[in-house]
């Protein structure tokens, strides 16, 4: 019975789990988000069927600005994995049974 409730763990809950946790890692492949620095207005703009996003700015520094923004968004899982690594607490994450 206990192997029973243990494979259906592992085959149904753990990957939705699993899902779900790391659905925060990645960044929007719809909409639009607006953010101000100290360059100025910035927006960012995910329209594309393909998750392209389009940056657009008050100045040049400002795009670049909302580039940086875009590309950590899109790394931040790998950023995590390394931060963990190097700790050397990546084990707690990514347990091989």
Do not use: W
């Amino acid at each position: 019975m206990v192997i029973k409730i243990c494979l259906l763990l592992s085959v149904f809950v753990i990957p939705f789990a699993a899902y779900f946790a790391f659905q925060s890692f990645y960044a929007p492949l719809r909409g639009i988000i607006k953010t101000e620095s100290i360059y100025g207005k910035t927006k960012i703009i995910y329209e594309s069927e393909y998750g392209i996003p389009y940056i657009t700015g008050d100045t040049n520094e400002s795009v670049f600005f909302g580039q940086g923004f875009v590309h950590a968004a899109d790394r931040l899982l790998e950023l995590q994995i390394k931060r963990l690594f190097t700790s050397g607490r990546l084990s707690e994450v990514c347990v091989v049974v």
